[in-house]
């Protein structure tokens, strides 16, 4: 049938796990399945995850925990699975219950996902328009650390905590925006970004720059913004294209783009899929995103007291 997410573990990229119509999750070891399955074989995931009781989207593996797995439901639970090698190991199908399920929302559970500083934190989004952000260790509503009321004008579909700066995150949702989070005031977003024309159903942070975020949508785009160019000055022929901070917008995609990927190996690179079943990986010209590499450059010369106009050694010497 359908899959409705599937995210590697970072410690482990053999173990994936996956969910689709059913409230169940499954999770498959890689290195035991062949690369071109068995036409009609056997559906045989090493473990399903039994807790939820409707399907659903949110899925996140801590990228501090090894095995530490973290979902969301349509039925408004958050649950927390310890998906550790031992339960993979051996033969047959194993069937693991959550060590922890936090409630708190009203309404289905879009996405989850977990701090990438704070080895007990994660957030989860929802329908009901809420941002909860909870503690591993403790379960049920006792878990809950900070919680956003109202914090989008429609569902919230997706959360990604940046990898570099503790307090920042984001959130993507049905008013079309993506909205910019400080944990340490909650009160108010930080910053909206406007550039999709329908809602934003994942946004996730590159992996090499910790202003670079990405965003895709109903609207058929993938939308790069650079957070360091808020604010600044603009022709109105560029106005006509976007906010400053919109670094590029990809669109080679003919139908809604649910999901994408930035790739941790290459910079610039990213991985699309769009609701026709069409997969895309492309990256950005190089003069998109080299004027701010060479804008760093200087900055980082005039830091170290080098002058454009002055000859380093190498060129004395020829002289």
Known sequence: GEINRARYMPQNHFIVASRGPDPELYVFDLSKHPSFPDEGGEFCPQCVLSGHEKEGYGLNWSPLQSGMLVSGAEDGKVCLWDVNTR?????????????????????????????????????????????MLWDSRRSGEEGVVKVVTEAHDGDINSIAFNPVNEFLFATGSADKTVALWDVRNLKSKMQKLSGHNDQVFQVAWAPFNESILASCSADRRVNVWDLSRIGEEQSPEDAEDGPPELLFMHGGHTSKVSDFSWNINDEWTIASVSEDNVLQVWNMAEEIYADEDDDDDEEEDKENGKDDNMLDDDELEDK
């Not at 009203?106 to 996405?111: I, L, M, P, Q, T």
Request: hydrophobic share 40%; with cysteine; net charge negative.
């Open 87 to 131: 339960a993979m190991s051996g033969g047959g199908k194993k069937t693991l219950e959550p060590v922890m399920v936090f409630s708190g929302h009203a309404d289905v559970v879009e996405d989850v996902a977990w701090h990438c500083r704070d080895a007990h934190l994660f957030g989860s989004v929802g329908d009901d328009r809420k941002i």
